[in-house]
């Protein structure tokens, strides 16, 4: 017991200096940002994202080991599911370039730069006068829905879960706050539904992440596994009649970003609210997975552990209750 107690000071250590690297690093590039050609940044993204692909070797594994469970039909090949998996990698890097950059753009820029489908769907439901929850996934390039929503003039608000270090956590508030996003965090979590049904209340955009397979979820069928998903934006949307809306940030061949919004999902009602909460994360689940096997180069596939897996399965076309969105991988 006294070797753990004195572990733990160093361990804190490190922790404390891992955040304090990536948050001189991240200050360091937000300033040096608009000195740097875009081509070169986009360079430099391409070569670091195969570098860091090569280095952080547990995090490659877990990625080709989940393709491999979800896709091992269509990807037999550990080279096609090492391929896919750089590829996905690659897009997340791009990604995060994008948003960091959002942060000296001009409004026209970030509009020209994200098209948006389906925003009579956004329109529509906001004249209900009960907000929307904008329901998501680590697809694509997810921050750029509400930088590009913000820039279009809509109220945006984001639940995030922050880290253990506060002053990171400021940081990228702040960074939110630039680009005209409000941060909602997810805990204290009563605070947190007080803070999403004031924003519901003032006719303003949710963003809920759903991909987040934890323990305390409702169990549902995800990419042929059983997994625990979260069953806040379900019980939201039936407590308080916001329409929910599928949102996606694609990208195309060219890395052109397209932002998608579906029309509002139909909830299924029920006179036991439980059941009905199950049965709606089950819809919003798979609104997600067949965004996933549409798009399987732009998940993270890192949100399955080693003691969520299951069984393989295939990745078909979406099912067809989901809604569809237009497919823009050949324009």
Not at 104 to 116: G, K, N, P, Q, R
Not at 153 to 158: A, C, I, K, Q, S
Request: hydrophobic residues 40%.
């Amino acid at each position: 017991m006294a070797k753990k107690q004195r572990q733990f000071p160093l361990r804190n250590f490190f922790y404390w200096s891992r955040y304090r690297i990536g948050e001189y690093c991240l200050k360091g590039f937000v300033w040096l940002l608009p000195w740097i050609p875009r081509r070169l940044l986009a360079a430099i993204t391409a070569v670091a994202s195969r570098l860091t692909f090569a280095l952080l070797w547990r995090y490659r594994t877990r990625m080709e080991e989940n393709l491999g469970m979800a896709m091992g039909e269509e990807l037999p090949s550990p080279t096609e599911r090492r391929a896919l998996a750089l590829k996905a990698w690659r897009n997340f890097a791009q990604g995060v370039l994008e948003t960091t950059c959002a942060v000296h753009d001009t409004t026209e820029e970030i509009l020209s730069a994200v098209a948006i489908q389906g925003e009579e769907n956004l329109r529509r439901a906001l004249q209900k006068a009960r907000g929307v929850i904008a329901l998501s996934a680590h697809l694509g390039n997810f921050p750029m829905i509400g930088i590009r929503l913000a820039a279009a003039g809509y109220p945006f608000n984001v639940v995030v879960k922050h880290p253990r270090d506060r002053r990171f956590a400021r940081l990228t508030d702040h960074y939110r706050t630039v680009v005209g996003i409000t941060t909602i965090a997810a805990k204290p979590r009563r605070e947190a539904v007080r803070q999403i049904l004031k924003a519901l209340r003032r006719n303003e955009v949710v963003l809920m992440i759903a991909d987040e397979f934890k323990s305390g979820g409702v169990q549902v069928e995800f990419l042929g596994r059983r997994a625990p998903a979260p069953r806040g934006p379900a019980t939201l949307a039936l407590r308080t009649g916001a329409p929910v809306l599928p949102m996606f940030v694609t990208r195309d061949p060219k890395d052109r970003l397209t932002l998608l919004v579906g029309p509002e999902l139909d909830l299924a009602k029920r006179d036991d609210l439980q059941e009905a909460v199950d049965v709606n994360v089950a819809l919003f689940t798979g609104q997600l997975e067949a965004m996933v096997r549409r798009h399987p180069d732009q998940w993270n596939w890192l949100g399955f552990h080693r003691n969520g897996r299951r069984q393989r399965s295939r990745m078909g076309r979406p099912a067809p209750d989901t809604h569809d969105f237009p497919d823009h991988r050949s324009s």
